[in-house]
């Protein structure tokens, strides 16, 4: 199977070649080909560099939706969404419903972390799914990665797809991990990793942790498996790589609270500023952390 990287690739490919697609990024070639995951193609092929001045660049990927292209807008670190969000929430995600004019836009964001400082790192698809109009995921394997990019081809609203960069190297699916009457943990973007991490520590202590991997954050949907196995659960721990303050993991734990008699708690990024030193970054949750939340919310006991 092919890694992320590899799938992201050649949908592009296909997408520029036999559909009459675009890409737009900064820096598609100077470095790596954005992680190899954009074809080696020209100009003249649909791949087309963006300046700098990033408060321009998504007006220029709406044009190109609105004519039709179904553009590839790829946003190098989610983090500069400050600069390059403007019209894909002001116009992208409110042209169907105010004017019945379609605006389909496929937006990479991508997530870094560790070293690289306030402004670039972490991923923010908290900011995005606030606002209506434009679904939401955050696939970390292949095939979530290709069913969020056909969600896209075959809808007419502008998609937001938070892709981090541990994903790319991984060329195997995650699914869900159930155990029988015990805490569930809801892990999203690169909590899933340290999720499994976690888990997989519990459960060599005999200490049963289910697991649920969740891409799909809005529309906001759980397959009945998952819903039977949440209303058999003794508490719920929602861990996401955004921020946790108004953040996604907050939201899914109030809309299973009223849904659920467990208790329901939330785990994110902390309320501060990421540094480019270890010590004061601002880091997706650890396994360790993870563990200790569902210590600290009583969700699991220590006499285990």
């Known amino acids: 199977m092919r890694n992320v990287a590899e ?4 949908a592009t490919r296909q997408h520029l070649i036999e559909n009459n697609g675009c890409l737009y990024a ?11 995951t954009v074809p080696d193609l020209t100009e003249a092929e649909g791949i087309y560099e963006l300046p700098t001045s990033d408060v321009s660049n998504s007006g220029i990927a709406c044009g190109a939706a609105l004519a039709g292209r179904r553009p590839i807008y790829v946003i190098r670190y989610q983090g500069f969404l400050a600069y390059n969000a403007a019209t894909i929430l002001n116009y992208a995600a409110k042209s169907l419903d105010m004017w019945d004019v379609p605006c389909p836009l496929f937006v990479r964001g991508i997530g870094m972390e560790g070293n690289i400082g306030p402004v670039a790192s972490g991923m923010h698809h908290n900011v995005i799914a606030r606002m209506p109009g434009i679904p939401v995921f955050a696939p970390m394997t292949p095939n979530e990665w290709m069913a969020t990019w056909e969600y896209f081809l075959s809808n007419e609203h502008p998609v937001y797809c ?19 009457n015990g805490p569930v943990i809801i892990a999203i973007g690169a909590a899933r990793l340290e999720a499994e991490k976690a888990v997989n520590e519990l459960n060599a202590k005999n200490v049963g942790v289910s697991l649920i991997h969740l891409y799909q954050l809005k ?16 508490a719920c721990l929602i861990v ?11 939201h899914i734990a109030y809309t299973l609270s ?12 902390k309320d501060k500023t990421s540094a480019f030193s270890p ?5 997706t949750p650890s396994s360790a ?16």
């Not at 900064?26 to 190899?36: F, L, P, T, Y």
């Not at 981090?164 to 029988?180: A, F, G, Q, W």
């Not at 759980?222 to 039977?228: L, P, R, S, V, W």
């Not at 009223?258 to 990024?269: D, E, S």
């Open 162 to 180: 938070s892709e981090h960069r541990r994903s790319y190297v991984i060329d195997t699916e995650l699914p869900d991990r159930y155990n029988k």
């Open 7 to 10: 799938t992201i690739r050649e």
């Open 258 to 269: 009223h849904q659920l008699t467990a208790p329901t708690f939330a785990l994110g990024l």
């Open 279 to 283: 010590q004061h970054d601002n880091l």
């Open 240 to 250: 996401d790589s955004d921020y946790q303050l108004c953040g996604m993991a907050e």
């Open 26 to 36: 900064q820096c598609i070639r100077a470095v790596g080909w954005i992680a190899g």
């Open 289 to 304: 952390e993870i563990i200790d939340a569902l210590y600290r919310f009583d969700m699991i006991h220590a006499t285990h």
């Open 219 to 234: 529309p906001l949907t759980f397959t009945n498996a998952q819903m039977t196995h949440l209303s058999g659960s003794t």
